[in-house]
């Protein structure tokens, strides 16, 4: 073999070498971005499903307040055509969601964006402050066994609503169905609407954020 032949060779094999290396390097990126990516619809995937149950647990907590109210009509009209009649509340009342679990839950994720994370921060707030004016309006010394069920209802739904933009932000970059949260969405909605149609002109009957004032709540003359 001469000189040149053999310098050909060798040329031609550290060419080979160099685009076997480029190709190694090129997969290994893609295989990385796609890794990345799957996770980061993973990620997204999973905090759209927390906020999704957190949204179905304030459903849940809705109706087991309406259920409760009418259970007790129910039993103060048995009472008063019966007054020997012993009746026994059925009905477990469930805990108020928490929406701290979405607080814990995206610490472990990598891959969720600072802006949905603020995102998830201020509808936190939003929440807990609702929460607190929500909690005032039960107190109040007027307020009967309807008016509670009312304020519950209120604030419980107003909480689901300061959820809903964050989960479909979640959604869409997790690329789930939205059919179901857009199916809650109208019933809080609605639910809200009621509300506000039943109360009139009088925003004591509604929790501060619904109101078209910010006058603190009073007792009905």
């Known amino acids: 073999m001469d000189e040149n032949t053999q310098n050909g060779l060798t040329t ?10 480029f190709a190694g390097l090129a997969w290994n990126m893609l295989t990385s971005t796609t890794e990345a990516r799957n996770k980061k619809s993973a990620e997204y995937d999973k905090l759209y ?19 409760r109210l009418d259970f007790i009509r129910y039993a103060y009209s048995q009472k008063y055509n019966n007054e020997k009649l012993k009746i026994i509340y059925p009905l477990g009342m469930k805990e108020e969601p928490s929406f701290s679990r979405l ?43 309807e008016q509670h069920t009312n304020f519950t209802t209120q604030g419980a739904a107003s909480c689901a609503m300061a959820a809903f933009d964050v989960a479909q932000s979640a959604r869409k970059k997790s690329g789930s169905d939205g ?6 969405r109208e ?15 009088h ?19």
């Open 179 to 184: 059919r179901d949260l857009d199916h809650h």
């Open 49 to 67: 499903s927390e906020l999704v149950d957190y949204i179905k647990k304030q459903r849940d907590y809705i109706e087991c307040s309406q259920n």
């Open 103 to 145: 607080l814990e839950a995206i610490k472990g994720m990598e891959h969720i964006s600072k802006k949905t994370r603020q995102s998830i921060k201020e509808a936190s707030r939003k929440i807990d402050e609702i929460k607190k004016s929500t909690a005032i309006c039960v107190k109040e010394e007027w307020v009967e066994e």
């Open 203 to 221: 925003d004591y009957l509604l929790i501060p954020i619904l109101r078209t004032t910010n006058r603190s709540p009073t007792s009905p003359q």
């Open 187 to 201: 019933y809080f909605e609605n639910l809200i609407k009621e509300q506000i149609r039943e109360a009139g002109e």
């Open 12 to 21: 031609s094999l550290s060419v080979a070498t160099t685009v076997i290396a």
